[in-house]
Nanobody
Framework: QVQLVESGGGLVQAGGSLRLSCAAS????????VAWFRQAPGKEREFVVAISQSGTITFSADSVKGRFTISRDNAKNTADLQMNSLKPEDTALYYCAAGSAIASGRVAARWDYWGQGTQVTVSS
């Protein structure tokens, strides 16, 4: 089993940037695809971006394309989410997830392991 801990959330003005980090323990993160999801109050959990085990394949939601980038460092057992040009509608609790394959895709239920989340708030 792998444990995930997110960090890096905070309050930022619209147009600003934040970098979230997901640190894994228990098992090596290189065995897993990694995704970021987010959930705003009163809304369902929403897919943001995912990366394959090797880091060679990524895909993202249309709402964040060109603004958010996922990366991973398998040697450090971490995966990061760089968020630029943030908008108030990006405000949410951001979760890191790990699963056996990037084909788990946009469906939250297909991802096996989850962190507790880190809050991102973007002010207008």
């Amino acid at each position: 089993q792998v444990q995930l801990v997110e960090s890096g959330g905070g309050l930022v003005q619209a147009g600003g940037s934040l970098r979230l980090s997901c640190a894994a323990s228990g098992r090596t993160l290189s065995n897993y695809a990694v995704a970021w999801f987010r959930q705003a109050p009163g809304k369902e959990r929403e897919f943001v971006v995912a990366i394959s085990q090797s880091g060679t394949i990524t895909f993202s939601a249309d709402s964040v394309k060109g603004r958010f980038t996922i990366s991973r460092d398998n040697a450090k057992n971490t995966a990061d989410l760089q968020m630029n040009s943030l908008k108030p509608e990006d405000t949410a609790l951001y979760y890191c997830a790990a699963g056996s394959a990037i084909a788990s895709g946009r469906v939250a239920a297909r991802w096996d392991y989850w962190g507790q989340g880190t809050q991102v708030t973007v002010s207008s």
